[in-house]
């Protein structure tokens, strides 16, 4: 993002949303076969499926549901807690109400994460905060441990059957790249993944929609 994102806010998450839309739009024009965004709210999802006719996938769709095969329970482990809103937005939009267990969160940023991959001193400091939340939340009731971020699911969940106490931490980031692979396959296989009646809310822009949206600054005047 130009310029970067400093803070959580919803200011902030309607900055991404709207470079969402026009990623997914800008692939599709340059030939990608599949759009994904690696930004777990998943904000601007739904506006940038309604966009275009390649597949779009959100970090935080694509493993919330699925993480629940792991057992009957996920709880989210969110980094910055001035997103806890958007998390149960979430929760409510996917219809998961009963089985989320919960959100817990651990006091760090972008820059603690980034020192840890090359720290271990670092990683061993973050692993210290974030395993007794994982432990509450097992307590809570959770049996799956889902790090609400691709960079943190990356970080405490980089190593071979990462858990805490057998609570599966889940790199949803690996998880969101299968998914993407597998809606290519299907596309490929002429299996519709997505509803485009028009009360679906996915019915497809015209080509006027489009090129308004496109042309568009975010510093237009209303």
Request: with cysteine.
């Amino acid at each position: 993002m130009t310029p970067s994102v400093t803070t959580v806010h919803a200011l902030s998450e309607f900055r991404f949303s709207r470079a969402v839309v026009r990623g997914a739009i800008q692939a599709e024009r340059e030939g990608y076969d599949v759009f994904f965004m690696n930004h777990f709210q998943d904000v601007g999802l739904y506006d940038a499926r309604a966009s275009v006719k390649i597949p779009v996938l959100g970090l935080g769709e694509a493993n919330l549901a699925p993480c629940l095969h792991h057992g009957p329970q996920a709880r989210p482990a969110r980094d910055q807690s001035g997103l806890h809103p958007t998390h149960n937005e979430q929760i409510v939009r996917y219809g998961l109400q009963q089985r989320v267990a919960g959100i817990r969160a651990i006091t760090a940023n972008i820059s603690d994460y980034m020192e840890a991959f090359a720290s271990p001193a670092k990683k061993t400091e973050l692993q210290a905060v974030f395993r007794p939340r994982g432990r509450r939340l097992i307590d809570d009731g959770a049996d799956v441990i889902v790090p609400t971020g691709g960079i943190p699911m990356m970080l405490f969940g980089e190593e071979s059957n990462a858990n805490v106490d057998g609570a599966p931490i889940v790199n949803g980031v690996t998880v969101v790249i299968k998914a993407a692979e597998m809606a290519v396959k299907l596309a490929q296989l002429g299996v519709p993944v997505i509803s485009r009646i028009p009360q679906s809310g996915f019915a497809l822009p015209s080509a006027q929609t489009l090129d308004e949206f496109s042309a568009a600054r975010l510093t237009s005047p209303i």
